[in-house]
Structure formats: C-alpha cells, structure tokens
C-alpha cells in the first residue's frame, strides 16, 4: 500500500471504531425519551409518517437518475478517484474549495 491509501485505511479504522464505541449517556436518554415519545404516538400516525418518508427516499433514488453522471470513474486508482472527485468539485464550486482540501505539494488535479 502507498502512503494514501495506509492514511485511508488508517481512517476507516478510526470511523469503524467510533461506530463500535459505546453511546453516551446522553445519547442513551434521549434514545429512551424518543421511545416514551414514540409509544404515545398512535399506530396511523406512524404509518403515514413512515409512508411518507418511504415516498421521499424513493422520489430522491429516482430523481438520483437523472442528476448524476451515467459513466463514472471504473478502475482508477483511489488517489486518481479522489482527484477526481476534487477536480469535478473545483468544476462546480469554484475556487473556494481549494482552501478546503489540503493537497500534497505539487500534486494537482
């Protein structure tokens, strides 16, 4: 493995230790207070709001069709589909996100 992709692989251990971790306190009363909440909630209430959302994500999944690219990037490389990524994204944004992602020296899109 080059020096990148020790760096993301690095990362998805990190990611992947962060979701095993336990949750904290907080985060485990409020999970108990949405459950009281959700119990006091009647059944119709929460089938329509599930619909609801069910008809969201499948209006946004085939919407996804016609917003995105039909042949992207197959086979590169991770660091040439990150610049990749980078130099589409310069594209749309504009110079701006330069200032947000760091580069190595010399290495350009």
Known sequence: ??????????????WKRKLNKRSSLLARASKKA??????????????FLTE????????TLAGSNYTTK???AQG????????????????????????AVELEPGAYC
């Open 1 to 14: 493995m080059n020096e990148y992709e020790l760096k993301a692989y690095e990362e998805a251990l990190t």
């Open 34 to 47: 949405q459950t009281k909440v959700n119990q006091l909630i009647p059944d119709k209430v929460h089938q």
């Open 52 to 59: 609801s959302i069910k008809n969201m994500v499948k209006a």
């Open 70 to 72: 039909k042949q992207q």
């Open 76 to 99: 590169l490389h991770l660091l040439r589909k990150t610049r990749s990524f980078i130099k589409s994204c310069l594209h749309t944004s504009g110079w701006l996100l330069l200032k």
